[in-house]
C-alpha cells in the first residue's frame, strides 16, 4: 500500500497504476496522458524524460513496456522524491530510475527523448503562489531552446524527440529544433471542439533527419455527442490510431 503525507493525494491512473501527486503542485492532465500515447513503441530503447514532474509519463510508458529503460529527470528534489516513490509503488523502479538533475546536465546517451516542457517565459504569465508550479509552468530553469538543446546533445543519430507544447509559441519549438539538428517529422494539432483553436501540439523529431514533416488530421476530443471516437481509442489503447502516425 501507497503511504502518503498530508501535503498529497493518491489517484487512480488505470487499473495498472497509481499515483501520488502534490496538492501545490502540477496535477496529471490531457496534455501528458496524450505525449505518452504519442510515442511509439520502442521496446528495446533507452528513453530521457525531461521535467518528469511526479512521473506520470514514464510510469505510463513503463506500465506499457514501450521502452527498456527510462530516466526520468527533474530539478526539483522534492518531485523527484515523490517519481521515485511512484516507481517503486506501482513496482516500476526497474524499469524507471528517477535522477535530480538540470536537464542541461543530464548526460546519458539515449535513443529517445520526450518532455511536456514549461510553457510559459520566465517574464510572462501570473506568478502562482507555489514556487513548484511556478517552476514548472515557466522557464526558470532553462527554455524550450534549452530543452531541445540537451535532447540533441544526449540523442544518437537518428533518435527520436518527442514533445507536447503550445500552439502560440510552435515557432520557438521548430525553430530550437532545427536550430539543434532535430528535424520535425510529425505533428498533430489537439482541439477541445471542432469550433476551438488547437489547445496544444503534439510533435515528433528525428536527430540528423532530413527535413520533411507530416501534419495530421487535426485531434478533436469532443463533439456533440462527447468524447470524440478518436480520443476514446487513444485513451482505450494508450496510442494513437494508424490515421495519426503515417509519415
Excluded: W
Excluded at 522534492?78 to 543530464?106: H, Q
Excluded at 539515449?110 to 511556478?134: H, L, Q
Excluded at 469550433?195 to 528525428?206: C, D, Q, R, T, Y
Aim: charged share 30%; aromatic share 10%; glycine share 8%.
Amino acid at each position: 500500500m501507497i503511504e502518503l503525507y498530508d501535503d498529497e493525494t493518491l489517484t487512480r491512473v488505470n487499473e495498472n497504476l497509481e499515483l501520488i501527486q502534490k496538492k501545490h503542485g502540477l496535477t496529471f492532465g490531457t496534455d501528458a496522458y496524450l505525449l505518452y500515447a504519442y510515442m511509439k513503441m520502442q521496446k528495446s530503447s533507452i528513453a530521457v524524460d525531461f521535467g518528469c514532474g511526479t512521473g506520470i509519463i514514464s510510469l505510463l510508458c513503463a506500465s506499457k513496456g514501450k521502452f527498456k529503460k527510462i530516466y526520468a529527470v527533474d530539478v526539483q528534489e522534492e518531485f523527484c522524491n515523490v517519481a521515485k516513490r511512484n516507481a517503486e509503488g506501482n513496482s516500476l523502479n526497474n524499469i524507471i530510475e528517477v535522477v535530480c538533475s538540470d536537464v542541461r546536465d543530464f548526460k546519458t546517451e539515449a535513443d529517445i527523448v520526450f518532455t511536456n516542457p514549461p510553457y510559459m517565459r520566465s517574464d510572462s504569465g501570473r506568478s502562482n503562489e507555489s514556487i513548484a508550479k511556478n517552476i514548472a509552468r515557466h522557464e526558470i530553469f532553462g527554455g524550450i531552446s534549452d530543452f531541445v538543446g540537451a535532447a540533441s546533445r544526449i540523442l544518437k543519430y537518428g533518435g527520436t524527440f518527442y514533445c507536447v507544447y503550445r500552439p502560440d509559441r510552435l515557432c520557438d519549438l521548430i525553430c530550437a529544433m532545427r536550430e539543434k539538428a532535430i528535424e520535425p517529422k510529425r505533428m498533430t494539432f489537439v482541439h477541445a471542439t471542432m469550433a476551438h483553436e488547437p489547445s496544444m501540439v503534439l510533435i515528433e523529431g528525428k536527430k540528423g533527419a532530413k527535413p520533411s514533416v507530416t501534419v495530421t488530421k487535426p485531434l478533436i476530443l469532443n463533439d456533440r455527442k462527447g468524447e470524440t471516437e478518436d480520443i476514446k481509442f487513444i485513451y482505450e489503447r494508450g496510442e494513437f490510431g494508424e490515421q495519426f502516425c503515417k509519415r
